[in-house]
């Protein structure tokens, strides 16, 4: 599993999290297309945050090995990520429409 294949499987967590969020709980819906955009760059953004204290996806896979707990970090930060991404910009979008 190369890293590779990690960011693209952590960035698919962080869809499922903001599409299951708005499964969940229908007012924090934007739509498959707009749940599915604030999972992305929740996740990315998430991951390139705090990634830096040790689970990012080169090293998850250093020594031609893969870290399973770093892993399941790694997965776990991006499905909050996507949840949490989708909360703030409902939010933000609340606040825009007052003004």
Known sequence: MTATLISLISILTGII??????????????????NTIAGVFGSIFFLKSFGRL??????????DTINIKLLILNLIVSFLGGVI??????RLKIILNKN
């Open 54 to 63: 040790g689970f990012d996806p080169f090293t998850i896979v250093q020594a």
């Open 17 to 34: 999290g903001a599409n299951l969020m708005a499964v969940a709980y229908k007012k924090y819906s934007f739509g498959i297309v707009g």
């Open 85 to 90: 991404a989708l909360i703030l910009i409902k």
